[in-house]
Each structure stands twice: as C-alpha cells, then as structure tokens.
C-alpha cells in the first residue's frame, strides 16, 4: 500500500558528496517522522538521521557536520545530503518513515528497499 523508492546512491571519492533521495507513494494520509538508515558489511543497521513532519532533525554523531536531512511534505519525499564522505560511511542506506494510510488511524512503519553508497580511495 505504501512504497518508498530510493534513489542517488553510487560510488564517490573520500571527500566527496552525494544526495540521497527517498519518495513515498501509495495510500498515504500523512508521514509522521522519515529518516536514513545504514547498514555496512557485517554490522548492525544503525540511525544516521531522521526528521519529523514539523522539521525537528537529529543526527548519528558519526554525521554531524556532514550530512544534512531535510524532507519536501507537499511531495511526500525526503533527502540526505552527504558531504565530506569517508570509507566508514559505506554502506547500504535505506529510508524510513511512518506512514498513516487511508482509512487508517494509526501510523505504520515502511522501509525502502536500500541503495548502496560506496565510498573509494
């Protein structure tokens, strides 16, 4: 019922940027918060950002300083943008958010299905 389909990911240079983007589609009422996940070789998934339909952001300390989260709600989309990126932040990046379909009265939680940034030498 809900889709979110992300996109911009690929491989970038140590010190480079990249932006991501996640646009939700389907049944959808209202999105309560969206946000960014990672999850590297091995590792568990993690939090790098998240934001609220008000704006109200917070950030992974590993991102503080270089990644910037911001979401369009007229269209249903949020954004990462990735600046000074490091080989650490190589990983699948999926998006997030909860989801209030039609006829429904509470929120769901959807993931994307992850695009990989590969960060290079």
């Known amino acids: 019922q809900v889709q979110l389909v992300e996109s911009g990911g690929g491989l970038v240079q140590i010190g480079g940027s990249l932006r991501l983007s996640c646009a939700a589609s389907?049944?959808?009422?209202?999105?309560?918060?969206m946000g960014w996940y990672r999850q590297a070789p091995g590792k568990q998934r993690e939090l790098v950002a998240r934001?609220?339909?008000?704006?109200?952001?917070n950030y992974a300390d590993s991102v503080k300083g270089r990644f910037t989260i911001s979401r369009n709600n007229a269209n249903n989309t949020v954004y990462l943008q990735m600046n000074s990126l490091e080989p650490e932040d190589t990983a699948v990046y999926y998006c997030?958010?909860?989801?209030?379909?039609?006829?429904?009265?509470?929120?769901?939680?959807?993931w994307g299905q992850g695009t990989q940034v590969t960060v290079s030498s």
């Open positions: 997030n958010a909860d989801v209030r379909i039609t006829r429904s009265w509470v929120y769901q939680n959807y």
């Open positions: 389907g049944s959808i009422f209202s999105i309560n918060a």
């Open positions: 934001i609220t339909s008000g704006g109200s952001t």
